[in-house]
């Protein structure tokens, strides 16, 4: 760091730190329970809805994926088609291309 940039840090470091005690300063003890009952009534709020938000999650039935025609054990004839590998495998991946 440039020492100028250093000044600058510290110069502000001690602003906050002569300034802190106002800037923080709560009010009564009074109205500071009655902000901590707020809050606390916020959180049971919350906690209310997030129990809601869980059932609906819960109740919701898993959609399931879309399949595909089931092709299993099909013969599918390639012979005028490009072949990579062996044609006779008991395994042949064809792949579908739409470009438009």
Avoid: C, H
């Avoid at 250093?6 to 009074?30: K, N, T």
Wanted: glycine content about 8%.
């Amino acid at each position: 760091m440039r020492p100028r940039a250093i000044v600058a840090f510290l110069g502000a470091l001690l602003l906050l730190a002569i300034a802190a005690p106002g800037a923080f300063a709560q009010g009564s003890d009074a109205e500071l329970k009655e902000e901590i009952e707020a809050l606390k009534e916020g959180q049971k709020e919350i906690q209310k809805q997030l129990a809601e938000i869980k059932k609906l999650v819960q109740a919701k039935p898993v959609a399931r994926a879309p399949s595909g025609p089931n092709v299993a054990g099909k013969v599918f004839n390639i012979a005028d088609n490009p072949v990579k590998g062996i044609p006779a495998a008991k395994l042949t991946l064809i792949e579908f291309l739409d470009y438009q």
